[in-house]
C-alpha cells in the first residue's frame, strides 16, 4: 500500500533552516509528481511546492519562492524539502502528496519562533 512518511519538522528560530524528508512506499516513486503542502494553525491548506518526476522541473507558491528548495532522490524514493530563512508565518504541518493529491502523509510540524 502507498505509504508517505514526513519527518525532520521541529522547533526553530526566525532566519534558521530545516530540512524535511518524505520516505515514500508502495508505489513507483520515479513515475510520479510530488508535493509539499503545509497547513498552518487555523488556516487551510496552501500547495508549497511541487516536483516532476525526474526532478527537473519545480513549481513554488510565491509566499516561499527563493527560501524553500523541493528536491528528490528517485533512487532512495524520498522527497525533500529544504527550508531556509523561515519565518513566524512557516508554522504549520506539512504533508508531502502524491501525484493527484490523493494520498498524504500524515505530516511534520514545523514551529518557528525566538
Known amino acids: 500500500q502507498v505509504q508517505l512518511v514526513e519527518s525532520g519538522g521541529g522547533l526553530v528560530q526566525p532566519g534558521g533552516s530545516l530540512r524535511l524528508s518524505c520516505a515514500a512506499s508502495?508505489?513507483?516513486?520515479?513515475?510520479?509528481?510530488m508535493y509539499w503542502v503545509r497547513q498552518a494553525p487555523g488556516k487551510g491548506l496552501e500547495r508549497v511546492s511541487g516536483?516532476?518526476?525526474?526532478?527537473?522541473?519545480?513549481i513554488y507558491a510565491d509566499s516561499v519562492k527563493g527560501r524553500f528548495t523541493i528536491s528528490r532522490d528517485n533512487a532512495e524514493n524520498t522527497l525533500y524539502l529544504e527550508m531556509n530563512s523561515l519565518k513566524s508565518e512557516d508554522t504549520a504541518v506539512y504533508f508531502c502528496?502524491?501525484?493527484?493529491?490523493?494520498?498524504w502523509g500524515k505530516g511534520t510540524l514545523v514551529t518557528v519562533s525566538p
Open positions: 502528496a502524491r501525484g493527484g493529491m490523493e494520498f
Open positions: 508502495g508505489f513507483t516513486f520515479s513515475a510520479y509528481w
Open positions: 516536483i516532476n518526476s525526474g526532478g527537473s522541473t519545480t
